[in-house]
């Protein structure tokens, strides 16, 4: 029997690259995927995750389709559409969006989504951030702050919801060829070679490298696993 059979799973930002991706590699393991996005595939829920009604509406309607909430992703996120300039360049709405994208919208995803978790005496949660936290890429800031909020957010929910049964682990990946990341030339000429060089195993990252790191965190193989952080970058950053 397949790993997550009878188990209900929302990806955020599930229509394209990783998310997509994950959603498939869950799929595969048996737990019916409910994909939202702001283009969301057929069957799939549109929705802006940084909008507090519409992640409402989201988790409603995931529950009202399916009956239950097992797994969450928070894959929905800024980054391949990001200029990259020095932080003095970054006007404070670009940062309050990015902010609000990337974080607050784990705070409303998870906030809506917990009830229904401790409702059935548990769940998975796997939050997606990066590897940029880890080694301080430049010209990026507001990406790379987001992203390591997200590790402390993670670390701090697991501790909260460890006695609901609720894991909360994330997952980083290092520079990953999408073809979000491939429509802007600006971001594949100056990441890709140096990301590529850096790592141990050095080749492109491409969306399905990620996809075991999340699946093992939704299985119940992982758990007595929570809090933690996977860099999957393929060996660019030890630790």
Known sequence: MSRLQGKVALVTGGAQGIGAAIAEGLAAEGATVVVADLSPPPGGIRADVANEDDVGRMVDETLDLHGRLDILIN????????????????????????????????????????????????????????????????????YVTSKGAIVAFTRSLARELGKDGIHVNCVAPGFTMTAGVEANPEVVEKLRDVSVAARTIQRDQLPED???????????????????????????YFH
Request: proline share 6%.
């Open 75 to 142: 894959n929905a996120g800024l980054y391949a559409s990001l200029a990259m300039r020095p932080f003095t360049e970054i006007p404070l709405e670009e940062w309050r969006q990015v902010m609000d994208v990337n974080v607050a919208s784990m705070f409303l995803t998870c906030r809506a989504a917990v009830p229904a978790m401790r409702e059935q005496g548990g769940g998975k949660i796997v939050n997606i951030s990066s590897g940029t936290p880890f080694r301080g890429v430049p010209f990026l800031l507001h």
């Open 210 to 236: 990620v996809v075991g790191a999340v699946v093992f965190l939704c299985t119940p193989a992982a758990d007595f696993v929570t809090g933690q952080t996977m860099v999957i970058d393929g060996g660019q």
